[in-house]
């Protein structure tokens, strides 16, 4: 029986990956609390396992007394010499209780307590050892879907990839295997949940460090990364050599890196531009796969208006208007955009209105200048 006991104390800590000590806790524990619920709360028990036989020994603890007056914590002096010659006053003397007596139903405590606290060190490891890879890259099997979350096996645990977090219209079957991002461990009173995404921003960053070693290395720098999933993904990138190419790095030869990105994105479009501290240039490349012919900035407002051709418009703007939306995140700045057609008409607009000010201008100013001879004239005439 304690061979057997140490037995399946070592296969416990195995699967679970739990440290066999916490797993001996959790049994002491758990049979003292069953020891306890047979003889009394008031009983002084104390349970230990050697973690090298299994053997158990439940041993009840009392204080040696004069005068008894709590019989379940006190044992008299008389008594306690019945066990041993030389106890004396205040020491503590023991007794075995032999596990028979614990009875079905504290097994049975025993039984439940067991396994909460070997859940709870489960829970623990879990916690452990996956809140220090929060953003890390992870490979899993898909176990299946509850409530559209997909469940995923990572070996050691089960994670769970919420709809929230799916890229749209990407399906799964059982025993598909999925890379995804660790977004979050999140600590429950029930359980320890493992929380990954595919559609997060970072999830690409990921994916171009997997696959560009610059990134890897930190030669190229990643500066900033939009997305809509499914659709399309915007990227700034900045060298930290000069005879580095960010962006050629991040494409690789005949596109073999971010094809290799976007095969695991399931074809979600990937811009990949150069980042620079220049506004009117970082909105231009921004709009990629657009030619921008003007780019004019507020920098009070922090708003662009920038001018197309006309040819251009639609591509600028994008389907729905995604592109010039993902462009407005990636650059932190409000962008307008006009075709050129549009613009000259504006333009010569604005040039005829300012025209005719002047000309007003200059009206006002002539008839300033006559009033002034006409009033001097009077003057002299009067003189």
């Given at each position: 029986?304690?061979?057997?006991?140490?037995?399946?104390?070592?296969?416990?800590?195995?699967?679970?990956?739990?440290?066999?000590?916490?797993?001996?806790?959790?049994?002491?524990?758990?049979?003292?609390?069953?020891?306890?619920?047979?003889?009394?709360?008031?009983?002084?028990?104390?349970?230990?396992?050697?973690?090298?036989?299994?053997?158990?020994?439940?041993?009840?603890?009392?204080?040696?007394?004069?005068?008894?007056?709590?019989?379940?914590?006190?044992?008299?002096?008389?008594?306690?010499?019945?066990?041993?010659?030389?106890?004396?006053?205040?020491?503590?003397?023991?007794?075995?209780?032999?596990?028979?007596?614990?009875?079905?139903?504290?097994?049975?405590?025993?039984?439940?307590?067991?396994?909460?606290?070997?859940?709870?060190?489960?829970?623990?490891?879990?916690?452990?050892?996956?809140?220090?890879?929060?953003?890390?890259?992870?490979?899993?099997?898909?176990?299946?879907?509850?409530?559209?979350?997909?469940?995923?096996?990572?070996?050691?645990?089960?994670?769970?990839?919420?709809?929230?977090?799916?890229?749209?219209?990407?399906?799964?079957?059982?025993?598909?295997?999925?890379?995804a991002m660790l977004l979050?461990?999140?600590?429950?009173?029930?359980?320890?949940?493992?929380?990954?995404?595919?559609?997060?921003?970072?999830?690409?960053?990921?994916?171009?460090?997997?696959?560009?070693?610059?990134?890897?290395?930190?030669?190229?720098?990643?500066?900033?990364?939009?997305?809509?999933?499914?659709?399309?993904?915007?990227?700034?990138?900045?060298?930290?050599?000069?005879?580095?190419?960010?962006?050629?790095?991040?494409?690789?030869?005949?596109?073999?890196?971010?094809?290799?990105?976007?095969?695991?994105?399931?074809?979600?479009?990937?811009?990949?531009?150069?980042?620079?501290?220049?506004?009117?240039?970082?909105?231009?490349?921004?709009?990629?796969?657009?030619?921008?012919?003007?780019?004019?900035?507020?920098?009070?407002?922090?708003?662009?208006?920038?001018?197309?051709?006309?040819?251009?418009?639609?591509?600028?703007?994008?389907?729905?208007?995604q592109n010039v939306r993902?462009?407005?995140?990636?650059?932190?700045?409000?962008?307008?955009?006009?075709?050129?057609?549009?613009?000259?008409?504006?333009?010569?607009?604005?040039?005829?209105?300012?025209?005719?000010?002047?000309?007003?201008e200059a009206e006002a100013?002539?008839?300033?200048?006559?009033?002034?001879?006409?009033?001097?004239?009077?003057?002299?005439?009067?003189?």
């Open positions: 029986m304690n061979r057997e006991l140490i037995s399946v104390i070592d296969e416990i800590g195995r699967q679970k990956g739990i440290d066999k000590t916490k797993v001996i806790g959790a049994i002491e524990a758990a049979l003292q609390t069953a020891a306890k619920k047979r003889f009394g709360q008031a009983e002084n028990i104390q349970v230990e396992i050697d973690s090298k036989t299994g053997e158990i020994s439940v041993v009840s603890k009392k204080i040696i007394v004069d005068a008894v007056t709590n019989p379940k914590a006190e044992i008299s002096l008389k008594e306690a010499r019945q066990y041993d010659s030389e106890a004396e006053v205040g020491d503590e003397i023991g007794s075995l209780i032999e596990m028979d007596e614990l009875g079905r139903i504290a097994a049975q405590t025993a039984k439940q307590v067991i396994f909460q606290k070997v859940r709870e060190a489960e829970w623990e490891a879990v916690q452990k050892e996956y809140s220090t890879r929060q953003g890390d890259l992870v490979n899993g099997i898909i176990l299946g879907m509850e409530r559209r979350n997909y469940l995923v096996d990572l070996g050691k645990t089960e994670a769970i990839l919420p709809i929230q977090e799916q890229i749209p219209r990407e399906t799964y079957r059982r025993g598909d295997r999925v890379k979050e461990v999140r600590r429950t009173p029930k359980d320890v949940q493992v929380i990954l995404t595919r559609s997060h921003p970072q999830f690409v960053s990921k994916l171009f460090e997997l696959e560009v070693p610059e990134v890897m290395e930190k030669i190229v720098e990643i500066k900033a990364v939009v997305r809509e999933p499914g659709d399309r993904t915007k990227i700034a990138v900045t060298s930290r050599e000069k005879a580095v190419d960010p962006v050629g790095a991040c494409v690789g030869i005949k596109g073999s890196r971010v094809q290799a990105v976007v095969r695991e994105l399931r074809g979600e479009k990937i811009d990949i531009i150069t980042w620079t501290s220049d506004p009117r240039v970082f909105i231009a490349e921004a709009l990629n796969p657009a030619t921008i012919e003007k780019v004019g900035v507020d920098e009070e407002k922090k708003s662009a208006l920038v001018v197309v051709a006309d040819s251009q418009l639609s591509l600028a703007i994008g389907k729905n208007g993902l462009a407005a995140r990636l650059t932190g700045w409000k962008i307008d955009i006009i075709s050129a057609t549009e613009y000259e008409k504006e333009k010569a607009e604005r040039d005829k209105e300012i025209k005719a000010a002047l000309a007003e100013q002539r008839q300033q200048e006559e009033a002034r001879q006409q009033e001097k004239a009077q003057a002299e005439a009067e003189g």
